[in-house]
């Protein structure tokens, strides 16, 4: 048996995850590969990865490929802070206005279109950007940011109207938002259901640590930021990392909702590994 290979997000969103496993002394275990979340998709398609965190949207394009960890998820209940819209007017004044969407999440970037559409009710047009908030706004009327930029975007004064998109999801829909799962290979979990189990078990084991050292993670996140300790534990007080049942309702939603403005053929069953 060789250690699983395993992806990381290279996002604050999954510093204390990181944070964890370090401190459970993980990292020995497993081979760990840090890159954007839409290219973890690819290099999960391709074989490069066995299990890592990926898209929502992305895992339901291709559900047949994967099983999902049960109890870990990237997700949000109300506001998020890191996953923001930001408008030169109200939203709801972008009908045929232009939106730029940045280029380093599917996820998101069908959140703000389903968000638009459905419970907006405008029809923009889109681009997609690579994620310079000035840039982006020379060329449009509201724009996308994820991660890190978002969040920046989001501390700092502005002109611009900002929408936090997880809250404004759960307003419109009463659940929780999943914005990336941990997707396993099905191929790797049939043939290594316990290192499968084993790597299930230490993110767990890494969440359960994080979530009583929010403090000891937030001053070690401001060290390379320069925005107070208490803007990024408020950050990691809102960021969810549940998958449980209604968070797997929310995803099934959320889902439904792509496949209402075209933008995934079909809902997929939720397949989770072990079950």
């Known amino acids: 048996m060789r250690r699983p290979r395993l992806g990381h997000i290279q996002f604050l969103n999954c510093l204390p995850l990181y944070y964890g496993l370090v401190k459970n002394d993980v990292l020995l275990d497993v081979d760990l590969v840090q890159a954007a979340p839409r290219d973890l998709a690819t290099m999960l398609l391709s074989g490069e990865l066995d299990i890592a965190p990926i898209p929502s949207i992305e895992y339901a394009r291709h559900a047949e490929e994967f099983v999902l960890l049960p109890d870990i ?45 459905r419970h907006w009710g405008v029809s923009p047009s889109y681009a997609e950007m690579p994620p310079d908030l000035a840039s982006m706004m020379r060329d449009a009327d509201a724009a996308l940011l994820i991660g ?11 002109d611009l109207l900002k929408y936090d998109l997880g809250a404004e999801w759960t307003t419109w829909t009463g659940l ?35 979530r009583t050292n929010l403090d000891a993670i937030s001053e070690y996140a401001a060290r390379w930021e320069s925005f107070p300790v208490a803007y990024f534990r408020s950050y990691f007080d809102a960021l969810q990392f549940r998958f449980e049942p209604q968070y797997r309702e929310g995803l099934t939603r959320y889902l439904t909702e792509a496949s209402a403005i075209g933008e995934l053929d079909v809902v997929p069953d939720i397949s989770i590994f072990g079950a």
């Open 73 to 117: 998820a990237i997700s949000s209940n109300g506001e998020v802070q890191s996953i923001l819209l930001l408008s030169k007017e109200p939203v709801e004044g972008l009908d045929s206005k232009t939106v730029a969407l940045t280029d380093t999440s599917r996820t998101s970037q069908v959140l703000a279109r389903i968000l638009l559409a």
């Open 148 to 158: 890190d930029d978002a969040l920046r975007a989001y501390w700092q004064q502005s």
């Open 176 to 210: 929780p938002m999943v914005y990336a799962v941990w997707a396993v290979r099905r191929e790797f979990a049939e043939q290594q259901p316990e290192a499968v189990a084993n790597v299930s078990d230490a993110l767990t084991a890494s969440l359960a640590y994080c």
